[in-house]
């Protein structure tokens, strides 16, 4: 029995059925409909005062209809999978989206092949409570021997597996296990009355064989370093300067300040500033943005969407034009082109659109220390908080963690709790110079757009000549 055999079976329904729902979702009209059925086990635990003192888990389960017709969108959904509840889902869905066009199922049922991304070795729903204290338990060790100041630490490790089952009006079905697993820290130090506290994680689409003494460590150290570094570290005088990105976690600016307003549903709706801009130079030659959902075990990768589109690497901007924006069916129907795997959704109870994945910057050719040192006076930023965008004009706030001086062609002090501030655009033509060391950061990145969604980031170093640094 193949994995669309098994997750029929499970959900209770078999192809005939699937072919009668759709049929009763398009019966009011309707040029497109899918059905989207998901089964999710979610684990989570967490350590606190030195001790495992939290654990929980939450299954979830049921489907959801969508109904296209033109421009209006009918979508239901439901927490039980019988004929009768799924029948009532696609009526309303249908009626929605009633419409004078009326599509039909086709008689042949076409599985979606694709590359699976995320084999699991060993499954969540076999991994015991009791067997991954000991990670949570050596994660708090590492942390307090790494330095006399920690004074308490915060873990936690998380585990899903969804397990997925399409259909749609054209015949076409799939079934995706995605596995997700999340490992984060907090590490807090107390000296002389004066108290900091830093982060790290580390998330990735792998099954139990995740937790590991060396994720562990990398965690453990990453959080220590970024901690107690704070305590040299100043705030900076603001204004108007040089700012190297460094490689990594920036991406986070990429994905906010840039990444959402390629999303297609702005730019159909002339909400993005580059909805005028396909085709067009909008930065350097030596600047390639991509969104990609192909990379091996990464967080935001998908095997196939959620509307039923294979997951693919798209180049929004390449050497320096803007060559696509991330579609999904609804935009790409509209722009007469083609999917790019970008329709995602929360869970069943939302419908897909357009949402970045793993989204980066390609390496250029430069040294990150020949960037530095080509900076007299700036700063070097590389642990980002938050932030807040504005998609239509693309301005940006963010909140940077920690970073440093760059005096002279060098990092000198440390700096802390400044933010950054431009417009996306405007960031993006004032990158100057390109590092050779792209980084995708491996954190557990989540990014919200009216739902949410796993996403990933990187980047590699680059000089944006100038941008306004909010500091004392």
Known sequence: MNNTERLLNFFGVTTEDLRKIIDKALSSGGTYADLFFEYTVANEMALRDGEVNSAGSHIDYGMGVRVLSNERTGYAYTEITSTDAMMRAALTASGIASGSIKSSTPVEIKNIPYKNRYPIEIEWLKATVSSKIPFLNYLNTRIFESDRRVNKVLARVSDSQTEVLFFNSLGEIYSDVRPMASLTATCIMEENGRVENASSSRSFRMGAEFLSMKVVEQVADEAVDRCKILFDAIQPKGGEMPVVMGAGSSGILLHEAIGHAFEADFNRQNISIFSDKLGKKICRDEISVVDDGTISFNRGSVNIDDEGVVGQKTYMVKDGVLNSYLHDRISAEYYKTSPTGNGRRESFRFMPLPRMRATYMESGKSRESDIIGSVKKGIYVDNFSNGQV??????????????????????????????????????????????????????????????????????????????????I
């Open 390 to 471: 504005q998609i239509g004009a693309g301005d940006f706030t963010f909140y940077v963690k920690s970073g440093w001086l760059i005096e002279n062609g060098k990092l000198t002090q440390p700096i802390k709790d400044i933010n950054i501030i431009g417009n996306g655009p405007e960031a993006l033509a004032n990158i100057v110079a390109v590092g050779d060391n792209l980084k995708i950061d491996d954190g557990t990145w989540t990014c919200g757009k009216e739902q949410y969604c796993p996403v990933s980031c990187g980047m590699p170093s680059v000089l944006v000549s100038s941008l306004t640094v909010g500091g």
